[in-house]
Nanobody, 123 residues
């Protein structure tokens, strides 16, 4: 079965950094889009960043462009989200997701999901 396990969340001060990791199993990383999504209490889920199967293309929401970087290491079946210059509004549960496709836009349908890792940014 496909399993996605996020790690690296925590509590930081505004302006700080965190690096999230998503370890995938039961999936062919080189054939899968990988994405990061987040959801804060009372808000809709938001696509944050995604990356094409071999890492050639990346996509970001406008709210994180220039601050977050998504990357992947297919040999380790792992995708990362480097988050810099964190703001209180980045506070959310962050989820890793995957889909088998070369189309990896954040608006596309991601069928596999992890359990999430909490990111809290204090002012």
């Amino acid at each position: 079965e496909v399993q996605l396990v996020e790690s690296g969340g925590g509590s930081v001060q505004a302006g700080g950094s965190l690096r999230l990791s998503c370890a995938a199993s039961g999936i062919f990383a080189s054939s899968a889009c990988m994405g990061w999504f987040r959801q804060a209490p009372g808000k809709e889920r938001e696509g944050v960043a995604s990356i094409s199967p071999r890492g050639g293309m990346t996509y970001y929401s406008d709210s994180v462009k220039g601050r977050f970087t998504i990357s992947r290491d297919n040999a380790k079946n792992t995708v990362y989200l480097q988050m810099n210059s964190l703001k209180p509004e980045d506070t959310a549960m962050y989820y890793c997701a995957a889909r088998y496709s070369s189309f990896c836009r954040l608006s596309d349908d991601y069928g596999y999901w992890g359990q999430g890792t909490q990111v809290t940014v204090s002012s």
